[in-house]
Structures are given as structure tokens and as C-alpha cells.
């Protein structure tokens, strides 16, 4: 065996943008990264060293909760954001949060102009110097997959934008080849926000968007010279796999049962005067549906937090009370709390007859496992994207405009179908993760002309 492909040869890869395993769709995605990434480096002779920069910037404790259950995905370590999405301000009110935000800004700007100053390192925090010496030794930075390089043209959108493209944005200044795998991106709404995305698309060694729309969308924001770097994949987490459920949750799940996801949502690129009407319309056809399974198809449902956090309007048990509170004291209808892991929840949505998902990734999880779903679109691309990949566009349906009568037949549909269904499904999902293992060795491939090793 050459050097090229000699066990000691170190795959260096810090991943950024991390976020918490409060959501499981993130956590699925890395650790289907991971997975398929670490596979893909042994067949070629290498060793995989991931490492993970959070947005977050807190203590230890802080990065110890948010990645409780994934931490093992990450043999090179955990760091902390060099420019927080979330700050986490312990006291004060609004004027300091603003302050202590221009602060990071300011510093993170100085950062950017000037990587290599050592003057700026120490304005720094000691997690944050970390950090950047975990930068100085990468052999490539990536994005990892998701829906976060989206705007509604608003200022705080442009700094959120700002935020998650940072990071990369870092490594293209320190000469680091940079990529992003797995992407939803777009709508971008705004001159100056597009421009700032498509600077940074521009010096990406590899783009790798998870569904047709995003990549038509990036192709229209570059010049045609860097179309080559293009690539259609398959979000990472259909590369999980699926995990034992306590015992305490198997023993009180209904024989036959749907699943269920719902989720907060405040229609933040609709009119404003319309946003309250529309999420109770999405709650009340959501009730609709769930009083239709336990009174027509004489079927249990569950209803499982996909996401529990990091942030209130992220918690999905919200949600789950806001529909509680609808359907009142409904027979049949169980409401889950658990904080499962996302090879938990694939454990889970396998045990269901259908899953009706508004959390995407709670749709992936469920079609992995070989269940049928019914998906509920709520922002950008990704879910009718994904849906029409599989051939599956037939069961979506937009947040937006749900009737709940078009999302009861939809979902009587697929229940009546449901034998076949699950029959396309186990000829379907299986070359998927064929090709997902393709797409990560092509990557160990495209590393291998960069410098890999610290």
C-alpha cells in the first residue's frame, strides 16, 4: 500500500455550523455524515479526524448538553463559534444582548480582515483561541447539510446570513479548501444578500446540494465556469441507522398506530397580518386529521418531539400542547416527551403504519425505515425537493395553503396504499445509501488533491 493511502494518512475535516441535539434532524444529518464520511476514508486507506465548530460559544456544560448524543460522532473535538448565532447574554436586557452582539460582530470582523494577528487572537476567548488554532490546523472546512444559507431580506436576516457563511468564509481567508455537503439554500431574498452568499459559493471547492431546486437556484447565482462544482446528493441522514428504544417507551406504544411531527412555525416570509390565521389553520386541520385516524381508521396516534430546542420556537412539545389544547381529552391520541436519539426516533417511526410529518427529518427517518409519510412543506426547497427525488410528490402538501380535507384524503391515500407503498419504499431507500457511500468516497477522492493532514 503507497503512502497516498497509508492508514496514518489523516482525513482532516472540521465541520461548522453545528447546532444541538435538541433538533435530531441535525443530529441525523451529521452523524449520517460522519458514518458515510468514515467508511468511505477506511476504504481508502485513510483515517477520518472530524471535529465540530458549534454555534455556540459557551462553557463546556453548555457544549457537553448540545451534543450529548452525538459526541462520539466527533473524534477531533467540539469548539466553540467564533461568532455565535445564539449569544448567550447570563444578565441584562436588551441594550446589553445588542452590545455584547456588536462586540462579537466587531471582533469577528477584525478576525476576518486580519486571520494570522495574533493582537486580535487575544480579544478572544479561550474556547474561541481554541478554535481558531483548530482552523489553523484543518485540512478542510465544511458546512454540514441542512437549511441555514437562506434570507427574507430583512437586516437581522443579513446578519444571520453573515453568521452561518462566517465560518467558511474564515477558512477561504486562511487559504483552507471549503465545501458545503448536503444543502438546502435558498430563497435569498436581497441584492446584497445573494451577493454575500454567492462570494463565498464562488471559492468553494465543492457544493453538494440535497435536492433539485437548490441546485438550479446556486446555478443561477454563479457564473457558469463554476457549475462543475455542482453536485445533486442525498441528505446524510438517510445514512443513520436506526437505535433500541427504551424499554419504558416500547411498553406503552399502541400495537397499530400513525406517528405524528408538528412544529411551531410563524410564516416569516408571508404577509404579517396573516401569520396567526395560518398557523391556526395548520393546527386545526392537524386536529382534524388526528380525530379522522382514531375515528375512520380506528387507529392510535402518536405524537413525537422531533425537536425539543435549542431555542422556544424550535420546541416541537409546544407544538404538541398547542394541539393538545385543540383536540381536548381525545381518546386514543398519545403525546411522547422523550428525548430520543435520531437512530431512536428511525426505531420509532418504523414501528408506525404512516408517519405524517411537518419535520422533514422525522419523513426521512420514517422512509428510511421503510414507512410510509405524508410530508407537510414548511420553508424553502427541501421537503417537496427531497419528496419528488423519491417520486413521492404526491404526498406533500404546503404548510401555507393546507386544506384539511385535501390533507385527510392525502393521508387516507397513502394509509389505503400503505402495503405498496412500503413495498416502493424497501426498492427505493436501499441504493440511496449506495449512493450516498459514492458521493462520500468521491469526496475522500477530492481531499486527496488538498492538504489533508494538519
Same mark, same amino acid.
Given at each position: ?11 482532516s475535516?472540521?465541520? +461548522? ?19 458515510? &464520511? ?16 458549534s ?43 445588542a ?27 479561550e474556547?474561541?483561541?481554541?478554535? @481558531? %488554532? ?14 441555514i ?8 436576516? @443579513? +446578519?444571520?446570513?453573515?453568521?452561518? @457563511? ?15 455537503? #448536503? ?17 463565498? @459559493?464562488?471559492? &468553494? ?42 424499554? /419504558? ?40 386529521? +388526528? ?13 413525537v418531539?422531533? +425537536? ?7 420546541n ?29 426516533l ?23 425505515? #421503510? ?8 420553508? #424553502? ?5 427531497? &419528496?419528488? &427525488?423519491?417520486?413521492?410528490e404526491?404526498?406533500v ?12 384524503? /392525502? ?24 449512493? %450516498? ?18
Amino acid at each position: 500500500m503507497n503512502d497516498q493511502h497509508s492508514p496514518q494518512n489523516t482525513v482532516s475535516v472540521l465541520l +461548522v455550523n453545528g447546532w444541538s441535539d435538541d433538533n435530531k434532524g441535525d443530529a441525523a444529518i451529521v452523524e449520517g455524515f460522519s458514518r458515510s &464520511m468514515s467508511r468511505a476514508a477506511e476504504a481508502e486507506g485513510h483515517r477520518l479526524e472530524l471535529s465540530l465548530i458549534s454555534n455556540f460559544s459557551g462553557p463546556n456544560s453548555e457544549m457537553g448538553y448540545h451534543y450529548r448524543h452525538t459526541k462520539n460522532a466527533y473524534p477531533g473535538g467540539v469548539y466553540a463559534s467564533l461568532l455565535p448565532v445564539n449569544l448567550t447574554v447570563p444578565s441584562g436586557g436588551v441594550a446589553t444582548k445588542a452590545l455584547r452582539r456588536a462586540l462579537q460582530l466587531l471582533i469577528a470582523t477584525l478576525l476576518l480582515a486580519l486571520p494570522r494577528s495574533r493582537l486580535i487572537a487575544r480579544l478572544l476567548s479561550e474556547p474561541q483561541r481554541r478554535t @481558531l %488554532e483548530r482552523f489553523h490546523g484543518a485540512g478542510v472546512v465544511a458546512s454540514k447539510g441542512g437549511h441555514i444559507f437562506a434570507s427574507n431580506g430583512s437586516p437581522l436576516s @443579513l +446578519v444571520g446570513l453573515f453568521s452561518n @457563511l462566517y465560518p467558511l468564509l474564515l477558512a477561504q481567508r486562511l487559504s483552507i479548501p471549503t465545501g458545503i455537503y #448536503g444543502q438546502s439554500i435558498g430563497p435569498v431574498i436581497g441584492a446584497n444578500h445573494r451577493k454575500l452568499l454567492s462570494r463565498v @459559493l464562488k471559492r &468553494m471547492r465543492f457544493v453538494y446540494l440535497r435536492e433539485p431546486t437548490s441546485v438550479e437556484y446556486v446555478r443561477a447565482l454563479l457564473p457558469t465556469a463554476h457549475h462543475t462544482r455542482l453536485k445533486l446528493v442525498w441528505d446524510t441522514a438517510f445514512s443513520i441507522e436506526s437505535a433500541p428504544l427504551p424499554e /419504558r417507551v416500547t411498553a406503552k406504544l399502541p400495537e397499530r398506530f400513525v406517528a405524528l411531527t408538528v412544529r411551531q412555525w410563524a410564516f416569516p416570509f408571508d404577509v404579517p397580518g396573516r401569520r396567526n390565521a395560518l398557523y391556526e389553520a395548520y393546527l386545526s386541520a392537524i386536529a382534524h386529521v +388526528v380525530r379522522q385516524v382514531v375515528t375512520e381508521l380506528e387507529t392510535d396516534v402518536v405524537v413525537v418531539p422531533q +425537536v425539543i430546542g435549542p431555542t422556544g420556537l424550535e420546541n416541537d412539545l409546544t407544538a404538541q400542547d398547542q394541539l393538545k389544547a385543540r383536540l381536548g381529552e381525545q381518546n386514543r391520541v398519545h403525546y411522547l416527551h422523550d428525548d430520543f436519539t435520531a437512530g431512536q426516533l428511525m426505531n420509532l417511526y418504523g414501528r408506525a403504519t404512516l408517519l405524517i410529518g411537518t419535520r422533514f427529518h422525522s419523513v426521512i427517518l420514517a422512509l428510511a425505515a #421503510g414507512t410510509p409519510a405524508v410530508a407537510i412543506a414548511y420553508h #424553502g426547497f427541501k421537503t417537496r425537493g427531497i &419528496m419528488q &427525488m423519491l417520486g413521492l410528490e404526491q404526498y406533500v402538501l404546503d404548510i401555507g395553503a393546507l386544506d384539511r380535507e385535501d390533507l385527510w384524503q /392525502r393521508v387516507l391515500a397513502a394509509y389505503g396504499e400503505r402495503e405498496a407503498y412500503a413495498g416502493y419504499l424497501s426498492k427505493r431507500i436501499p441504493p440511496i445509501a449506495k449512493d %450516498e457511500a459514492e458521493t462520500a468516497r468521491q469526496v475522500v477522492d477530492l481531499l486527496g488533491s488538498e492538504r489533508l493532514s494538519p
